[in-house]
């Protein structure tokens, strides 16, 4: 048995939706895939029951790839960090508490969210914000079994959720444990000043002070720059400053054997480069062709 999960972002758009990003996954080779229920940078949303979602699941059915392997993005506007503009905090509340209900009704579990910026409050005052907010979200949508993902950052601007004693701060404080998890970002990791390179010593250091258990899903991105850069530019899977041996040593380390993989790397001449990178990192050989 195939028992590596990877795929990259896929669009979700007319006329297929969501069975179009499916069928983009499958174009890949992809065993796993991440959407959007819309545009990345804005909340406006199409009624859902207009996203061919059962179509959609019907697809992966027949492929075999299993629900655990799709994720969904939350929009990026959504800022629960925020405890300087109570509007923000409140639309931001709103918007998340729909999404998780978008991701019920299309029947997946994993939603990765950026946890946010503490808008030069301090990062202390920002979790404690988000943490209010998680905890707010999670009691409104009780029944729901939508998991959400914090993603590791990179550290630009004010972002929070950069060291893994942060993100372990924000689990710390929300509630329900069964609704909380991690998104690992390699790019985000490396961009935040950790040391990939030695993955047996990260992964040790994310068990220690996450636990490997709340780990979900991981974004596979090289990074335009050096370790500790707080930039948060991906570039393709080696060509960046990570490099194709690390980043193909974490996606295939035995602690993320059952974790889906989602590369998240920029278009080559406007084509995606899934198919390739994906190809490149299952078989474990770097692909120098691309660019
Ligand atoms: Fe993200
Ligand atoms: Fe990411
Ligand atoms: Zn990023």
Known sequence: MDKFYIGSHVDNKAPNFVLGSVKEALSYGANALMFYTGAPQNSYRRPVSELKGEEALALLKE????????IVHAPYIINLANAVKPDIFDVSLRVLIDEIRRVDYLGYHK?????????????????SKLIEGLNKVI???????????IETMAGKGSEIGITLEQVRHIIDGVYDKSRIGVCLDTCHLSDAGYDLSDTDGMVQKIDEII?????????????KNPQGAHKDRHENIGYGMIGFDTLSK???HKAFENIPKI????????????????KALRDNIFNNTLK
């Open 139 to 149: 009691e409104e949508t009780k029944d729901s079994k939508v998991i959400i993902l």
């Open 111 to 127: 939603l990765v969210l950026h946890p946010g910026s503490h808008v030069n409050m301090g990062a202390d005052i920002g979790i």
């Open 63 to 70: 492929n075999n790839i299993s629900l655990d392997n799709v």
């Open 211 to 223: 636990g490997l258990n709340y780990v979900m899903a991981i974004h596979i991105n090289d990074s």
């Open 263 to 278: 590369l998240e790397t920029p278009y080559i001449n406007e084509k995606a480069p899934y198919k390739e990178e994906i």
């Open 250 to 252: 974490f996606a295939h």
